[in-house]
């Protein structure tokens, strides 16, 4: 498995609530892509979503986002952690 940050735009305002409920939406179905969403965080100023997750592929990563009706902008792989 693979680890991948995804970036949303355009979410200005959120609230940690709707962060959370966005959160919980990828937690519900992200099993069937073989997909585990670790942490999310926002800024809600700028409107940026950064989700840490481990994946198959960054196509199952965006594919489970796109079920849940947030899809990604970007999706990078982190391939170096410490």
Not at 18 to 46: K, M, T, Y
């Amino acid at each position: 498995m693979a680890t991948f940050m995804d970036v949303h735009h355009g979410m200005s305002g959120i609230t940690e609530e709707q962060l959370r409920a966005a959160h919980q939406a990828d937690l519900a179905i992200e099993g069937d892509e073989g997909v585990h969403f670790q942490q999310a965080w926002a800024d809600p100023e700028s409107g940026t979503v950064y989700c840490l997750s481990t994946a198959p592929s960054k196509e199952a990563v965006q594919r489970v986002h796109e079920r849940s009706g947030h899809p990604a902008d970007e999706i990078h792989p982190v391939p170096l952690m410490v």
